[in-house]
């Protein structure tokens, strides 16, 4: 069985402040984990993913997470958010033969 | 276009009807999943097929949901006598498996769900 826990329903940030969003997974098996943003009135697209190796993964648009695996984590941090970035943000652990399993999602607001 | 394509967009029906959703995902994609997405909720595994096989059902879906994918290429979810509660966004996504698998999955727009 795997989970997904994001605690932070909503993460409200200053624009050009930076941001963290927190996810803690749990499986019993090796997976693979992911980011996906939907933006308002858009579908779900992967953000960025880890498969192996490097753990830390970055995205095209500055966005970076890390693979903990002591610590279960795969937190989602950008030195300087825009406004652009307002959206909601799910974690996500599966892939190979293991169904994906979601968070809730992290609703981001960026202030100007 | 060679996106992930749900039909329909948006569906109102009355409660007790049955409303049926197709999925055409990207053509070279063997796995095709169902999820549904309620209001403040992550979108929750429904199924999922690997080619036209079945593989996976979630154990909190009902007898009334019902999916297909006949020729491995488009599938159907039914909801037969629908219920307030359905109400939701059901989203279709694809994609590949064996050595490109990297699991992503690749989204459609999702098909809205209104039971009166």
């Known amino acids: 069985a795997q989970s997904v826990t994001q605690l932070d329903s909503q993460v409200p940030v200053f624009e050009e402040a930076p941001v963290e969003l927190r996810c803690n997974y749990s499986?019993?098996?090796?997976?693979?984990l992911f980011w996906y943003v939907q933006y308002p009135n858009q579908g779900l697209q992967l953000l960025l993913k880890?498969?192996?190796?490097?753990?830390l993964v970055e995205s095209i648009n500055g966005f970076e997470a890390e693979f903990n695996k002591s610590q279960t984590s795969f937190h989602l941090r950008k030195p300087s958010v825009h406004i652009s970035d307002t959206a909601e943000y799910f974690c996500?652990?599966?892939?190979?033969?293991?169904?994906?399993?979601f968070g809730t999602g992290t609703k981001l607001q960026v202030i100007p | 276009d060679t996106g992930v394509s749900q039909d329909p967009r948006h569906k109102i029906t009355k409660r007790g009807q049955n409303v049926t959703f197709r999925c055409d995902p990207i053509?070279?994609?063997?796995?095709l999943y169902w999820y549904r997405q309620t209001l403040g909720q992550g979108p929750e595994f429904l199924t999922y097929?690997?080619?036209?096989?079945?593989?996976?059902k979630s154990r909190l879906l009902s007898d009334r949901f019902s999916a297909e994918r006949p020729k491995g290429s488009f599938s159907t979810l039914e909801i037969q006598r629908t219920e307030q509660g359905d109400s939701a966004m059901y989203l279709c996504a694809s994609s590949t498996s064996g050595r490109q698998d990297t699991g992503e999955l690749f989204f459609g727009e999702g098909s809205r769900l209104t039971v009166l």
């Open positions: 053509s070279e994609h063997n796995r």
């Open positions: 097929f690997q080619n036209e096989a079945q593989l996976e």
């Open positions: 996500a652990v599966g892939g190979g033969y293991q169904k994906v399993t």
């Open positions: 499986s019993s098996v090796s997976v693979y």
């Open positions: 880890y498969l192996s190796g490097s753990t």
